[in-house]
Nanobody
Framework: QVLLVESGGGLVQAGGSLRLSCASSGFIFSLYTMGWYRQAPGKQRELVAVITSGGSTNYADSVKGRFTISRDNAKVTVYLQMDNLKPEDTAVYYC????????????WGQGTQVTVSS
């Protein structure tokens, strides 16, 4: 059974920091590109950051310079360090795993709420 379990969300003031974690099980972590997406109320889910199995990263323009994605293949966990948070970062954040070689094979976590107050 594939599981992606996010943690670390919460309420923080603007300018603060949070670190999200996504612990995985049930699949070969090293074969997957891992990512964080978010969905604010009334908006579509959007990409925040991704990291390939080789460690290459890509970020949404809105979070560049503030967020850092990383992965620990030994702990089969992906992280999202979020600094200088803004109210517009408020959303449910979802962990995603996408197979590097098999198109369309992807898994989602249940999401964790991040709320940034002004």
């Amino acid at each position: 059974q594939v599981l992606l379990v996010e943690s670390g969300g919460g309420l923080v003031q603007a300018g603060g920091s949070l670190r999200l974690s996504c612990a995985s099980s049930g699949f070969i972590f090293s074969l997957y590109t891992m990512g964080w997406y978010r969905q604010a109320p009334g908006k579509q889910r959007e990409l925040v950051a991704v990291i390939t199995s080789g460690g290459s990263t890509n970020y949404a323009d809105s979070v560049k310079g503030r967020f850092t994605i990383s992965r620990d293949n030994a702990k089969v966990t992906v992280y999202l360090q979020m600094d200088n948070l803004k109210p517009e970062d408020t959303a449910v954040y979802y962990c995603n795993a996408e197979h590097t070689y098999i198109g369309g094979l992807r898994y989602w976590g249940q999401g964790t709420q991040v709320t940034v107050s002004s």
